[in-house]
């Protein structure tokens, strides 16, 4: 098992919440570990865009269900 570690968390801007305190903390997040974020990032662009495509697709670009014709 794992040591056990203490650690802080010190709040930046005064302790603002809600929209606007996310560019300060995804800052902060980037600032950590660009290689972790982008890592943790790509997927989730990657499966959001494969879905779009894929709903695109499946409905049409204007929104209408397309069916197959035989």
């Known amino acids: 098992m794992a040591a ?3 650690y ?3 709040i930046v801007g005064g302790g603002s919440r809600g929209l606007r305190a996310a560019p300060g903390r ?3 997040v980037w ?3 660009p290689r972790v974020t982008s890592a943790a990032w790509l997927p989730s662009i990657t499966i959001m865009t494969m ?3 894929a709903l695109d697709r499946i409905t049409g670009p204007s ?3 397309v069916t197959a014709s035989t």
Do not use: I
């Open 4 to 6: 056990s570690q203490s």
């Open 8 to 10: 802080h968390v010190t």
């Open 26 to 28: 995804l800052r902060l």
């Open 31 to 33: 600032a950590f570990s």
């Open 51 to 53: 879905y779009h495509v």
């Open 63 to 65: 929104g209408d269900t």
